[in-house]
């Protein structure tokens, strides 16, 4: 699969430099998330099993590498904040586009990171939620909880919110970066302010998940039926 991967990568920059373009082209390199359950990587000399559909570090925690010799220096590692919802606004402010209709995104540009211009993101916090598949009724896609839990982390810790909307774990991801010690009932000044500072983002979300849109669409040729209780699963 890497081979592979590496082949594809290839063939991408290949055409980027036939066409004159890989200057002024940005790559980006990344994943939805971390490695099956089956495959074993290594980290800092330790073996780690892979956690997709896990809230671990391990689960949510993908690469994210940033390549164009033109406009994004090289050789740069940061530890700045990001998830998938700042691609949106990155992609339109390194387009000089604007986003249609002015929707209310969760997501904020990190353009001037990429390029060099900033030091860090804007990101105080990022979140990762869902787990399980999603089932369509009558008013849409609902998730297997109207409120999925989700791990919300900064650059130090990390905590874990259950569907009730409650904080059952903190790491501190510096010290303990394989999250093996839960420090919920830690009165240490550190851990209580990180768990205030969390609480408060909890606190600021809605109650219920919003529920994606869902527009059914015509099977296509190379679509097999497929069996009815598969159906009403997404």
Excluded at 149 to 160: A, Q, T
Aim: with cysteine; net charge positive; aromatic share 6%.
């Amino acid at each position: 699969m890497v081979r592979y991967t590496d082949k594809l990568v290839g063939r991408l920059v290949a055409k980027l430099e036939e066409l004159r373009i890989r200057n002024n082209t940005i790559i980006i390199f990344t994943t939805d998330n971390g490695s099956g359950g089956g495959i074993t990587g290594t980290r800092n000399g330790r073996q780690v099993k892979g956690g997709k559909g896990k809230k671990s570090e391990a689960g949510t925690c993908a690469p994210f590498i940033v390549n164009c010799p033109g406009l994004v220096p090289a050789g740069v590692t940061t530890d700045a904040l990001t998830d998938f919802t700042d691609l949106l606004p990155t992609f339109a402010e390194l387009a000089g586009a604007k986003i249609p209709g002015k929707p209310d995104v969760d997501g904020v540009s990190i353009a001037p990171l990429l390029l060099g211009i900033a030091d860090d993101s804007p990101r105080q916090w990022i979140m990762a939620l869902g787990h399980g598949p999603a089932k369509l009724d009558e008013n849409g896609v609902r998730g297997q909880h109207d409120y999925a839990s989700r791990v919300i982390r900064d650059k130090r810790h990390k905590v874990w919110v259950d569907t009730n909307r409650q904080i059952t774990e903190l790491y501190d991801l510096q010290t303990d970066p394989w999250e093996e010690k839960n420090l919920i009932a830690s009165d240490a000044p550190l851990h209580l302010a990180a768990k205030q500072k969390f609480q408060s983002v909890v606190d600021a979300m809605p109650a219920r998940d919003a529920r994606p849109k869902y527009g059914p669409r015509p099977g296509q040729p190379w679509e097999r039926p497929l069996p009815e209780k598969d159906r009403r699963t997404s």
